[in-house]
C-alpha cells in the first residue's frame, strides 16, 4: 500500500478489525519511511449489476436510488436512518446474491416493497403507490386492506 503522505511503497497493517457496519475491513497503517499513520478500508468487490427499466433500458445499478426512494416513503415515519440503512443493506445484499449480471428494476422494487412492509406499514404503502402506480383509489384501497389484514 502506497503511503498518502510521502508516496513510499512501504507500509505496515498495525491494526486489523471489522467496520461498524461488518461490510469491510478498516485497517490503521504505518509507513516505514515518513512514520505517518492512516487508515484504509477493505471491501469486498462484486460484479457490476445493471438494472433493466420498465421501458427495458439498462442502467448500471445506484443504491442511493433506492435509498432515496425509500427515504421519502418513510418522511416524518418513525423509521431511523440506520433503519433505512439495514433495510438497503438487505435489499443488496439479496441483489448480489443472485450473481446475475442483470435485474428487471420489478425485482428491486418488489423487494424493497416487502421489506418495507416489515418496517413500517404507511411508508410500504406510500412506496407502493408510486412504485405500482396506482391508477385510482379502488387499487389504492385494495393494497391497504392487505396491510390490514397482515397487521390484524
Keep these: 500500500m502506497k503511503c498518502p503522505f510521502c508516496g ?4 505496515r497493517v498495525i491494526d486489523s478489525r471489522p467496520s461498524d ?3 469491510s475491513i478498516r485497517r490503521r497503517r504505518v509507513c516505514d519511511e515518513c512514520k505517518m499513520r492512516f ?3 477493505e471491501k469486498v468487490e462484486t460484479i457490476p449489476l445493471i438494472v433493466i427499466k420498465k421501458d427495458n433500458n439498462r442502467e448500471p445499478y445506484d443504491r442511493t436510488k433506492i435509498e432515496e426512494g425509500v427515504l421519502r416513503a ?5 423509521v ?5 440503512n439495514r433495510l438497503v443493506d438487505c435489499v443488496e445484499a439479496e441483489l448480489f446474491a443472485r450473481e446475475e449480471r442483470e435485474v428487471p428494476s420489478a425485482v428491486i ?3 424493497v416493497m416487502n421489506k418495507l412492509k416489515d418496517l413500517e406499514a404507511v411508508a410500504y404503502v406510500r412506496f407502493a403507490s408510486v412504485y405500482r402506480e ?3 383509489i379502488s387499487t389504492f384501497m385494495d ?7 397482515k397487521d390484524t
Excluded: A, Q
Excluded at 431511523?80 to 433505512?84: A, L, P
Design 21 to 23: 457496519e461488518n461490510n
Design 39 to 41: 487508515t484504509t478500508y
Design 134 to 136: 396506482f391508477k385510482d
Design 8 to 11: 513510499h511503497d512501504n507500509t
Design 74 to 78: 418513510c418522511y416524518k415515519r418513525p
Design 109 to 111: 422494487g418488489e423487494l
Design 143 to 149: 393494497e391497504l386492506k392487505k396491510v390490514m389484514e
Design 80 to 84: 431511523s436512518v440506520n433503519e433505512i
